[in-house]
T-cell receptor, first 114, second 113 residues
Framework: AQSVAQPEDQVNVAEGNPLTVKCTYS??????LFWYVQYPNRGLQFLLKYITGDNLVKGSYGFEAEFNKSQTSFHLKKPSALVSDSALYFC????????????FGAGTRLAVHP | EADIYQTPRYLVIGTGKKITLECSQT?????MYWYQQDPGMELHLIHYSYGVNSTEKGDLSSESTVSRIRTEHFPLTLESARPSHTSQYLCASIAGERTDTQYFGPGTRLTVL
């Protein structure tokens, strides 16, 4: 069965410091991986995705993610965190069963402190 | 980005009422999805559709029903709302098989008293 794990419920980081939000996956076949962000009382916003190609994927708002096949990880990163980055972040993998269904992780709350 | 609209954004309703949550998109996307999300928690797929007159149940069992009579419209209905239905409901769509990214609407936060 396919699954996504986000091992940290919350990540705290000081503004200006680099941030990492962790994600590991378990899939059969090649993974299609996604990161979404959710601000309070809002829907999910697409940040970036990995389908194939370069292991380092660049996305919106200065975020990037590194695909590591040997470690089955897809960690989200940003070199310098902003207070406005504080939100709930979801990692997702496309379900191999078709219809472009996504399987989401439990989410990680990022808190960036001034 | 796709334009996906959900109405209402917030709904407080009494037990036993019938409600319909609206979702529409203007991009002609084939596939549409409904997710249920408790506040700050993970998303669970409850319904999806891959085109007009096609609907399927998702991974999480739900007492709601959906219909897809028009490509742009994917409403979700609860015949008799209960407090256990209190949650946020998110709608999403995707253009087609070769496009992988789901785009989400703003969500409807439902409270059943």
């Amino acid at each position: 069965a396919q699954s996504v794990a986000q091992p940290e419920d919350q990540v705290n980081v000081a503004e200006g410091n680099p941030l990492t939000v962790k994600c590991t996956y378990s899939v059969s076949g090649n993974p299609y991986l996604f990161w979404y962000v959710q601000y309070p009382n809002r829907g999910l916003q697409f940040l970036l995705k990995y389908i194939t190609g370069d292991n380092l994927v660049k996305g919106s708002y200065g975020f990037e993610a590194e695909f590591n096949k040997s470690q089955t990880s897809f960690h989200l990163k940003k070199p310098s965190a902003l207070v406005s980055d504080s939100a709930l972040y979801f990692c997702a993998v496309r379900d191999a069963g078709g219809y472009n269904k996504l399987i989401f992780g439990a989410g990680t709350r990022l808190a960036v402190h001034p | 980005e796709a334009d996906i609209y959900q109405t209402p954004r917030y709904l407080v309703i009494g037990t036993g009422k019938k409600i319909t949550l609206e979702c529409s998109q203007t991009m002609g996307h084939d596939k549409m999805y409904w997710y249920q999300q408790d506040p700050g928690m993970e998303l669970h797929l409850i319904h999806y559709s891959y085109g007009v007159n096609s609907t399927e149940k998702g991974d999480l069992s739900s007492e709601s029903t959906v219909s897809r009579i028009r490509t742009e419209h994917f409403p979700l209905t609860l015949e008799s709302a209960r407090p256990s239905h209190t949650s946020q409901y998110l709608c999403a769509s995707i253009a087609g098989e070769r496009t992988d990214t789901q785009y989400f609407g703003p969500g409807t936060r439902l409270t059943v008293l």
